[in-house]
């Protein structure tokens, strides 16, 4: 395998490639993303649907919404998150 010289530029795209795939690196974080392929859901929702505790839920929606894989919104006293593109869960089919 050739590699080449990176540019700063090339850098940059190279290390937001490398945090959106660490949101598909951990088994937990998958089953959260699987879950959210069915729509938005609450925290409670993704709980029941994965079976993680609460806080280790939360902490994995974290990772992902700072990876750029979910996002969240507000609604009342809840957070509901879903995908935030339809090609992460084209991803996850073809994987």
């Keep these: ?13 190279l290390n937001l490639k490398a945090k959106l795939f660490r949101g598909f690196a951990d088994p937990s974080r998958l089953a959260i993303l699987e879950a ?42 809840y957070v509901h998150y879903q995908l935030s593109d339809p090609r992460v869960g084209e991803l996850l089919t073809l994987a």
Excluded at 1 to 13: A, K, R, V
């Design 1 to 13: 395998m050739i590699i080449n010289t990176l540019t700063p530029g090339d850098e940059q795209g």
């Design 36 to 77: 959210l392929r069915e729509g938005p859901r609450a925290v409670g929702e993704i709980v029941s649907t994965t079976g993680l505790s609460q806080p280790n839920a939360s902490n994995h929606l974290a990772c992902l919404r700072d990876c750029g894989l979910v996002m969240s919104e507000k609604r009342g006293k």
